[in-house]
């Protein structure tokens, strides 16, 4: 059992590159998210999904865009990457009958 | 804006001693409200959660209080140990539904042995 796993660990970009970030889990869980980590400012919701093929904005949704067409991913997208979503990355699942929500270990991005 | 706010930002505490952690949250209609550890280059993962129909939950060396009137719950951890240190955050949510954490700021513990 993995858990939560994230790809890429590290990655950089140039200011206005596309990216994607991938979150899978093993656990069948139907929700899932996207909250990025700033210093100072705690995990901040960006986007979330209730169950496969459905996604919904969070708190932090500009410059985003998600897809989940399978149930065990969540995909992230940066289509022009911009300095200001240089973060670390962290991806969450969450079975409909629990409360705890269980992370992947992050994706730290810098964006130049 | 910031519906749950942290403090301390950092916390030093001796071996041994008692760590508090302190939130307080703006929404009424939050009705969950966990606290995460983290330690550095990992995911957070779930310490300790309580809900308000409860005014203390203890888990072990971790205790939540929560007060409802004051929109208030902090965290205690009895007996600090090295191994504890990490960054702590609260967070807050309505629990049914799709659960949208809103997290405080975090507070980066430090335990003296």
């Known amino acids: 059992n993995a858990g939560v796993t994230q790809t890429p660990k590290f990655r950089v970009l140039k200011t206005g590159q596309s990216m994607t970030l991938l979150c899978a889990q093993d656990?069948?869980?139907?929700?899932m998210y996207w909250y990025r980590q700033d210093p100072g400012m705690g995990l901040r919701l960006i986007h979330y999904s209730v169950g496969e093929g459905t996604t919904a904005k969070g708190e932090v949704p500009d410059g985003y865009n998600v897809s989940r067409l399978k149930k065990q991913n969540f995909l992230l997208g940066l289509e022009s990457a911009a300095p200001s979503q240089t973060s670390v990355y962290f991806c969450?699942?969450?079975?409909?009958?629990?409360?705890?929500?269980?992370f992947g270990p992050g994706t730290r991005l810098t964006v130049l | 804006q910031q519906q749950v706010k942290q403090s301390p930002q950092s916390l030093i505490v001796q071996k041994g001693g008692i760590s508090i952690i302190n939130c307080a949250y703006e929404n009424t209609a939050f009705d969950y409200f966990p606290w995460y550890q983290q330690f550095p280059g990992k995911g957070p993962a779930l310490l300790i959660a309580?809900?308000?129909?409860?005014s203390e939950k203890k888990e072990g060396r971790f205790t939540i209080s929560f007060n409802k009137s004051a929109k208030q719950f902090s965290l205690h951890i009895m007996d600090s140990q090295p191994g504890d240190s990490a960054t702590y955050f609260c967070a807050a949510s309505m629990h049914q539904g799709a659960q949208k954490l809103v997290f405080g700021q975090g507070t980066r513990l430090t335990i003296n042995p």
């Open positions: 309580i809900r308000p129909d409860v």
């Open positions: 656990m069948n869980h139907e929700y």
């Open positions: 969450a699942s969450r079975t409909g009958g629990g409360d705890e929500q269980f």
